[in-house]
């Protein structure tokens, strides 16, 4: 009980601190201690050298989840018995960095162990990249773009290579033959101009004698033109002239349409006022002798509501739903 008592307090300062509130942190704190002592010796046995040990950095994921648990219990501890005071706090965080400090450095090394297959493999696809791309570079302008050449098999990056190459090449091969295409072109531009200059001196020739006979035929032209415009300038403003007399001639003929047909709607209008107001005082003369034959219409419509009598309930309501009905026609009657 002792010697776990030395272990909890060794680097912790307990100035101020009450001696139950010493025992209620070694309490709380000791069996951290207890489990970092068992994990503690795991860890250091682990050791991996080799990518092919998967069993072991299993082990080591284990070991660091483990270890990971128990520094995350002592933190809520740590923040449960914090709550007490401020100096019964300092202890507490005292215990805890201890418990951190000697946690940490073996969850370092738990974690190298786990991801030694993993730095293994980045470490390798780094220096495949640098290989690669110091390989491809002079084919750099032919090699595509965005890619991570440590990711290509070997027989991919092989082709890439293999035809930046061929690329790079025809593209000298054709700059080679363009410039000797180019050498031939000029020699032949030097010649075709030696033998222009002596056509284009022919040439000039001739077309100064086509040029002044060309001007007096221009010349001429010229005059006949002013002639036909001043002739088709005249028929212009005739034709103008008639279309526009033709114009107004058509806007007075259009305008007197326009009266002609208001004056015949507004007599159409006057007759059919006319002929409804002659049928308005037929109607009302028809009616002023149907009246005694309407009233005698009614007195019969309403004879029939007594006319019968029955005997069954149905046939009663039958017949008063029928006096109902021949009411509603006797008000229609006489509206």
């Known amino acids: ?18 001696q139950e509130s010493q025992e209620l942190i070694k309490g709380n704190f000791q069996p951290f201690f207890d489990q970092i002592e068992q994990w503690s010796k795991k860890a250091n046995e682990l050791v991996i050298t080799d990518i092919s040990q998967t069993g072991e950095m299993k082990m080591a994921r284990v070991a660091r989840l483990e270890l990971r648990k128990i520094r995350l219990a002592a933190d809520k501890v740590r923040k449960e018995l914090k709550e007490e ?16 400090y000697k946690i940490k450095p073996i969850e370092e090394h738990l974690k ?36 991570d050449y440590s990711l290509l098999t070997a027989d991919e990056f092989k082709n890439l290579l293999n035809g930046a190459a061929l690329q790079k090449k025809s593209k000298e091969d ?39 006979q060309q001007e007096k035929e221009r ?33 007075k003929i259009d305008e007197e349409k326009k009266i002609e047909q208001r004056r015949i709607a507004e007599r159409e209008k006057a007759r059919q006022e006319e002929k409804q107001r002659i049928e308005n005082e037929k109607e009302a003369e028809a009616k002023k002798g149907d009246a005694d034959k309407v009233l ?14 029955f005997k069954s309930k149905s046939n009663q309501k039958r017949y008063t739903d029928v006096g109902l009905l021949i009411e509603k026609v006797v008000a229609h009657i006489a509206k």
Do not use: C
Not at 1 to 18: C, D, H, I, R, Y
Not at 139 to 146: C, H, I, K, L, R
Not at 221 to 248: D, F, G, N, T, V
Not at 297 to 302: G, P, T
């Open 1 to 18: 009980m002792e010697a776990k008592q030395l272990v909890v307090t060794e680097g912790v300062v307990f100035n101020g601190v009450s």
């Open 85 to 100: 005071s401020l100096r019964y706090g300092k202890a507490v965080q005292g215990a805890y960095n201890i418990i951190e």
């Open 112 to 147: 190298k162990q786990e991801d030694f297959a993993q730095l293994q493999e980045e470490k390798r696809l780094l220096e495949l990249r640098i290989e690669r791309e110091s390989q491809i570079e002079k084919y750099s302008e032919f090699a595509p773009t965005g890619i």
């Open 174 to 212: 054709a700059e080679k033959a363009a410039e000797r295409a180019r050498i031939e072109a000029e020699k032949a531009r030097i010649k075709k101009e030696k033998e222009d200059a002596v056509e284009r001196e022919r040439l000039r020739k001739e077309n100064e004698a086509l040029r002044l």
């Open 219 to 251: 010349e001429e032209a010229r005059q006949e033109r002013i002639k036909q415009e001043e002739k088709i300038k005249s028929e212009r403003a005739a034709r103008e002239k008639m279309e526009a007399e033709k114009r107004e001639l058509q806007r």
């Open 296 to 309: 005698d219409l009614i007195s019969d419509l309403r004879a029939l509501k007594t006319k019968y009598t």
